[in-house]
């Protein structure tokens, strides 16, 4: 099998879900859907133009977990190239050929599109360490070649399947946010590059909205969100592949742009159990799902 796209989701909105699958199809795509919906997504709710292989969890078991069982099957149905999507993610035509293309044009073994956001249409940022740890913000609008990165957002990477053998699956602890993080630096410490496609453009939405307080632009998320970010951003100080100061400037950064959040919303006093909740748990590595 050529190729097969790794969809995650979780309550997604069907008529944005089925945007998707009907332009990976058009692109001789094979769908593996996990949901992690309580209430499944039913296959007819879909009705799409063709089949698609949908496994329900039933419960949501992060999105780590579910990449990983998308990966497993991919690997049993001997795919040849993997990508991944979030579940409100949209893509150009070609976007599959394209970026298998690049792979094997350039001999790459992970690339991924210029993401753009679905609210903005601004590109959004992807990062490059210097040997401190140091981060560094490309922007893609501002280049016109492949260029070499080391994070990236999972959704639109796409990969030769044989890149699992060598860096392993995706930490499940991390239930969700800092999932890719964690693997693209892994991966940079296995040796192996991941590449920006410039001229390959895809949508993506990050948080519930958007805020603007002064200069600053706070994306807005749920407290169980704000409590993975928090919480995660502090467990990335155990991993001896991840640069201290990468870590600890995402936690001072998670930090800063959630007490600017908390300027914004209702319920604060919800957010503020959550925010603490997550600094002590980060703190203790209490990880995966989070306890009751």
């Known amino acids: 099998m050529m190729h097969a796209s790794i969809l995650v989701t979780y309550n997604p909105n069907i008529k944005e879900l089925k ?8 692109q001789k795509s094979n769908i593996i859907i996990i949901d992690n919906s309580e209430i499944p997504i039913k296959e007819k709710e879909l009705s799409i ?9 039933k419960k949501n078991m992060g999105i780590a977990y579910a990449q990983n069982i998308g990966i497993k099957y991919s690997l049993k149905i001997s ?17 599959i050929s394209k970026m298998i293309n690049a792979i094997e ?15 903005t249409l601004e590109p959004l940022e992807a990062l490059k360490l210097n ?12 280049v016109d070649k492949p260029y070499s990165v080391d994070v990236v957002i999972s959704s639109g990477t796409t990969m030769i399947s044989e890149v699992f053998d060598k860096v392993g699956m995706y930490d499940e602890r991390f239930f969700i946010d800092h999932v890719d993080t964690e693997w693209c630096l892994r991966c940079k410490k296995n040796g192996i590059k991941i590449f920006i496609i410039p001229d390959i453009n895809m ?5 519930i909205t958007r805020k603007k307080i002064g200069p600053y632009t706070i994306q807005v998320h749920s407290p169980i969100r704000c409590y993975y970010q928090l919480r995660n951003s502090i467990f990335l100080l155990r991993f001896a592949h991840i640069p201290k100061v990468f870590a600890v400037y995402e936690i001072f950064a998670q930090i800063f742009n959630r007490l600017l ?10 957010y503020v159990i959550f925010y603490f909740q997550g600094i002590i748990d980060g703190i203790f590595g209490n990880v995966g799902p989070k306890k009751k």
């Open 19 to 26: 945007v998707l699958c009907e332009s990976l199809l058009l």
């Open 49 to 57: 133009s063709a089949p698609v292989k949908l496994i329900s969890l």
């Open 79 to 95: 795919t040849k190239y993997i990508s991944f999507f979030d579940q409100d993610s949209l893509i150009e035509d070609g976007f």
């Open 105 to 119: 044009l350039n001999g790459f073994e992970i690339v991924a599109p210029a993401p753009k956001d679905n609210y």
């Open 131 to 142: 040997n401190f740890g140091l981060r560094k913000k490309v922007n893609c609008d501002k």
């Open 203 to 207: 949508f993506h939405c990050i948080g």
């Open 261 to 270: 959040l908390l300027m914004v919303i209702n319920n604060k006093k919800n």
